[in-house]
């Protein structure tokens, strides 16, 4: 599988949106209409529906996954080119205009592929930033900033250098929750707002 290749399959696979999919299979309301308006998970939680936002995350977790280790069947280049693919088709789908999803989920799921135990630290580190914090968002700031370094003293420099640039892409997609964390408006994990 070519580089080309890979990158491509996992756009197309991460542009898939499993977020606005699962809400219409289960009658319920377009979520680009609702909250923050994109297609992840947590906006797929503003339904009320707990079971859909855990499959939302799920699957786009898995589709991340899915992407590179099906491209590292072939070669580890393979590998990074399909995980980039996959969280810029999460982010900007072609289906929907380019307007996806902030790609938390997706972040997770490429480095489960690329390389798990990260994907385990990751995970670690959003929990107890959550739990200390309250702030989801600024738990996966934290978490997705430690990765790129934590990957390099690994040893692991092609994934630091991919994963260095998912993290800067994320925190563009959270810029809006940046400015409200900064200015103290945040919504917290578990206080309706």
Known sequence: MSVALAFAFGYLLGSI???????????????????SGNIGATNVLRTGNKGLAAAT?????????????????????????????TFL????????????????????????GLYWPA????CAIWLTVAAISRYSSLAALISSALMPL????????HMAALF???????????RANIVRLINGSEGKIGIKT
């Open 17 to 35: 949106p499993f977020g606005l999919l699962l809400t219409r299979a289960a009658g319920g309301p377009d979520i680009r209409d609702i909250g």
């Open 119 to 122: 994907a385990l630290l990751f």
């Open 57 to 85: 995350l799920l699957c786009d977790m898995l589709k991340g996954t899915l992407a590179v280790l099906v491209a590292l069947y072939f070669a580890p280049e393979a590998g990074i080119a399909a995980g980039l693919g």
């Open 164 to 174: 260095l640039l998912l993290t800067v892409l994320l925190w563009i997609m959270h």
């Open 150 to 157: 934590s990957l390099w003293l690994l040893g692991l420099p």
């Open 89 to 112: 088709g999460h982010l900007f789908p072609v289906w929907l205009k380019f307007k996806g999803g902030k790609g938390v989920a997706t972040y997770i799921g490429v480095l489960i």
